[in-house]
T-cell receptor, first 113, second 115 residues
Framework: GQNIDQPTEMTATEGAIVQINCTYQTSGFNGLFWYQQHAGEAPTFLSYNVLDGLEEKGRFSSFLSRSKGYSYLLLKELQMKDSASYLC??????????????FGPGTRLSVLP | EAQVTQNPRYLITVTGKKLTVTCSQN?????MSWYRQDPGLGLRQIYY???????DKGDVPEGYKVSRKEKRNFPLILESPSPNQTSLYFC??????????????FGPGTRLTVL
């Protein structure tokens, strides 16, 4: 079956570094996405991994290990505005077979002063 | 401004009364999708469409219908809503080429309550 796991909640201090883990078991794999969602708002795209390794984008980095079914999102120099939910999602089919997305439950991050 | 719009943003209705939630995008995206978001369960895909007249079921399609007669619109239809369809609904769109990441752009959400 399809399953994506993330920690439910995390707390960190302003200026610190936090790592949010995601493990997945899906029927197929064609990319892993991280989205940020502030309370009451729509998700917005943060990062994408399809090959193993680290993708860096400013204060945010995302890592993927396909053999382990594992990804993490690393947030550096945390700011208060980073308080949000972080959603891990797997695209489990390619264009020829549709484009199905499976989302994890999300990790609610609270950044404290 | 590039955007995905949904209407209505909030709706309270009663069991069995047919309703439609509209979704429209102005980015000429081929791919559109509907999700519902429930506490502890995250976003779950209801239906998606790879292009005009091409739709497919996601993980939770029961009780929903969709149509894709035009590229920009992808309405979600609840023929006979039930209380377990009370949820926050998001429409999303993206380019369909899966050789690249082609991020999904989400609408602002529709909060539906079925009494």
């Amino acid at each position: 079956g399809q399953n994506i796991d993330q920690p439910t909640e995390m707390t960190a201090t302003e200026g610190a570094i936090v790592q949010i883990n995601c493990t997945y078991q899906t029927s197929g794999f064609n990319g892993l996405f991280w989205y940020q969602q502030h309370a009451g708002e729509a998700p917005t795209f943060l990062s994408y991994n399809v090959l193993d390794g680290l993708e860096e984008k400013g204060r945010f980095s995302s890592f993927l290990s396909r053999s382990k079914g594992y990804s993490y999102l690393l947030l550096k120099e945390l700011q208060m505005k980073d308080s949000a939910s972080y959603l891990c999602a797997v695209r489990d089919r390619d264009y020829n077979y549709g484009q199905n997305f499976v989302f994890g439950p999300g990790t609610r991050l609270s950044v404290l002063p | 401004e590039a955007q995905v719009t949904q209407n209505p943003r909030y709706l309270i209705t009663v069991t069995g009364k047919k309703l439609t939630v509209t979704c429209s995008q102005n980015m000429n995206h081929e791919y559109m999708s509907w999700y519902r978001q429930d506490p502890g369960l995250g976003l779950r895909q209801i239906y998606y469409s790879m292009n005009v007249e091409v739709t497919d079921k996601g993980d939770v399609p029961e009780g929903y219908k969709v149509s894709r007669k035009e590229k920009r619109n992808f309405p979600l239809i609840l023929e006979s809503p039930s209380p377990n369809q009370t949820s926050l609904y998001f429409c999303a769109s993206s380019l369909a080429d899966t050789r690249d990441y082609n991020e999904q752009f989400f609408g602002p959400g529709t909060r539906l309550t079925v009494l």
